[in-house]
């Protein structure tokens, strides 16, 4: 068992924690999958990334902003995923929400770093005001996870310099206005 949630966690931690994602469906599945760790382990979530990106068609954001009421009905009765409505409305809804900022700013990606940089204090207050299901926890570990904010390696972590040369937004230089 130990073994097997080390493979899990070393993976994600020495490819895709911290590491910038320029894809805005990958952003949105890294959004959903934190939003539904709420209450339970990071693990736990890893576990069932494959079963997400089914039942989330994977992560592809205008065919999840279109869902309808049988959708929901049928992530309800998922077992592979994290039975939640609020969670599930969460996505569905955020998806929606995503179409309008790519309308807006060109991408989810660009969204975001137009309102690069901010505090963790900031960007909760920017994200409970644009999304649902979004509180401080899951912001920040959404923002460290992509590379927005500091945190998700110490310094001494042997995976550090391999996040640092991917140039994430909070290692780049912010011009002064």
């Known amino acids: 068992m130990e073994g097997e949630r080390?493979?899990?966690?070393?993976?994600?931690?020495?490819?895709?924690?911290?590491?910038?994602i320029k894809s805005d469906d990958e952003l949105f599945c890294r959004l959903i999958l934190e939003i539904n760790q709420a209450g339970l382990s990071w693990e736990t979530i890893l576990k069932k990334e494959t079963t997400f990106r089914k039942a989330y068609s994977g992560f592809r954001i205008a065919k999840v902003a279109a869902y309808t009421a049988a959708d929901r009905?049928?992530?309800?009765?998922?077992?592979?995923?994290?039975?939640?409505?609020?969670?599930?409305?969460?996505?569905?809804?955020?998806?929606?929400?995503?179409?309008?900022?790519?309308?807006?700013?060109?991408?989810?990606s660009a969204w975001l770093e137009q309102a690069h940089p901010k505090s963790k204090e900031e960007?909760?207050?920017?994200?409970?005001?644009?999304?649902?299901?979004t509180g401080g926890e899951i912001v920040g570990e959404f923002?460290?996870?992509?590379?927005?904010?500091?945190?998700?390696?110490?310094p001494k972590c042997p995976i550090?310099?391999?996040v640092l040369r991917a140039k994430p937004q909070w290692a780049r230089k912010t011009p002064k206005t």
């Open 6 to 20: 080390r493979a899990i966690h070393g993976a994600y931690h020495d490819r895709l924690y911290g590491f910038p």
């Open 73 to 108: 009905r049928r992530l309800m009765a998922d077992a592979g995923i994290i039975r939640n409505r609020l969670k599930i409305e969460a996505a569905i809804e955020n998806a929606k929400t995503l179409l309008r900022l790519q309308n807006e700013f060109g991408s989810f």
């Open 123 to 133: 960007w909760v207050k920017l994200f409970k005001k644009t999304f649902r299901f």
């Open 143 to 154: 923002l460290m996870s992509t590379g927005f904010l500091p945190g998700a390696h110490d």
């Open 160 to 162: 550090y310099p391999k």
